[in-house]
């Protein structure tokens, strides 16, 4: 399972991030901010690393481990850039088999990611997709 959160913004330069060496996809920028957001809160994340699709972090806290990745889309939307996040839970095989520790919608990361996101004012079009087979 996995849940999405899409949103426009111009709020991030992406012409000043680190450029992915494995695809040139734009990412890091959003990571480096929501890391900044998430201090002081109970969850700590890592720094952004790139990967084929993006760029990711993981963060654990509240008892839980999660990977956060971010991507845009930079074509055809002048300053503003349409954003895909997407949270994962980490989960141990045990748990995948037996069916436990599912991501559910009611998460506490994403209810704390979404209402960072929802209180920027830089930031619109906002969408939420819960548990995303």
Same mark, same amino acid.
């Given at each position: 399972?996995?849940?999405? =959160?899409?949103?426009?913004?111009?709020?991030?330069?992406?012409?000043?991030?680190?450029?992915?060496? =494995?695809n040139p996809i734009v990412?890091?920028?959003?990571?480096?901010?929501?890391?900044?957001?998430?201090?002081?809160?109970?969850?700590?994340?890592?720094?952004?690393? $790139?990967?084929?699709?993006?760029?990711?972090?993981?963060?654990?806290?509240?008892?839980?481990?999660?990977?956060?990745?971010?991507? $845009? !889309?930079?074509?055809?939307?002048?300053?503003?850039?349409?954003?895909? =996040?997407?949270?994962?839970?980490?989960?141990?095989?045990?748990?995948?088999?037996?069916?436990?520790?599912?991501?559910?919608?009611? !998460?506490?990361?994403?209810?704390? =990611?979404?209402?960072?996101?929802?209180? !920027?004012?830089?930031?619109?079009?906002?969408?939420?997709?819960?548990?995303?087979?």
């Amino acid at each position: 399972m996995v849940h999405l =959160i899409a949103f426009d913004t111009s709020k991030f330069d992406v012409s000043e991030e680190t450029p992915n060496p =494995i695809n040139p996809i734009v990412g890091e920028s959003f990571l480096v901010w929501l890391r900044g957001e998430l201090a002081g809160t109970p969850y700590d994340m890592t720094a952004p690393e $790139a990967e084929d699709w993006g760029w990711y972090a993981c963060v654990t806290g509240a008892g839980a481990s999660y990977m956060v990745g971010a991507s $845009a !889309d930079t074509q055809g939307l002048g300053a503003e850039v349409k954003w895909t =996040i997407q949270l994962h839970k980490a989960r141990s095989l045990k748990e995948k088999l037996l069916g436990q520790n599912k991501l559910k919608g009611d !998460d506490p990361l994403l209810a704390v =990611i979404e209402k960072i996101i929802r209180s !920027d004012r830089d930031i619109g079009s906002i969408e939420v997709t819960r548990e995303v087979k």
